[in-house]
């Protein structure tokens, strides 16, 4: 508890939740997502990348973290640029709207398989946007998943 008010409160992109993209390819940012992008970032701005069949979006100042990593690493091991140029190359800077939607460019939407049900998934320091039936196939844990996940918490000293 100590530790938690010396570094302050955090707030995390936690959950899961269902939208529909609008007509224009609009989604609709989860409220408590947007509480995080105002009280931990002070920033309304996202950058959405591609990522297989999802893509993430990072506050501007995770973005920027993860590309100084990006280029560090890359001049240690030069086999990254191809995820660089991947990453970086279909990254889309985002502002939410009055409304607090973003617009989610028609090329990131039809490359990710993303059609009109969205689902939105926490990944604390960014979130996942997927087209709900493709997360549904990719993601659903099975019973092996789950001793995996008990055995990775039992062995963390978390569970």
């Known amino acids: 508890?100590?530790?938690?008010?010396?570094?302050?409160?955090?707030?995390?992109?936690?959950?899961?939740?269902?939208?529909?993209?609008?007509?224009?390819?609009?989604?609709?940012?989860?409220?408590?997502?947007r509480d995080v992008l105002r009280r931990q970032y002070k920033d309304n701005r996202l950058m959405v990348s591609p990522w297989q069949n999802c893509l993430k979006a990072y506050p501007m100042a995770r973005w920027e973290e993860l590309e100084l990593n990006l280029l560090n690493t890359g001049r240690k091991q030069p086999e990254t640029i191809k995820m660089v140029r991947y990453m970086v190359g279909g990254v889309v800077e985002c502002s939410l709207d009055r409304q607090g939607r973003i617009l989610l460019p028609n090329k990131m939407r039809t490359d990710c398989g993303i059609d009109k049900t969205i689902l939105v998934s926490g990944m604390?320091?960014?979130?996942?946007?997927?087209?709900?039936?493709?997360?549904?196939?990719?993601?659903?844990?099975?019973?092996?998943?789950?001793?995996?996940?008990?055995?990775?918490?039992?062995?963390?000293?978390l569970f």
């Open 124 to 157: 604390i320091s960014y979130f996942e946007i997927w087209d709900k039936n493709t997360w549904e196939a990719e993601n659903q844990p099975s019973d092996e998943d789950f001793r995996s996940f008990e055995l990775n918490l039992l062995e963390s000293g």
């Open 1 to 33: 508890m100590e530790s938690a008010l010396i570094r302050g409160t955090v707030y995390n992109f936690r959950g899961r939740s269902e939208h529909n993209l609008d007509g224009k390819g609009r989604l609709n940012i989860p409220t408590r997502f």
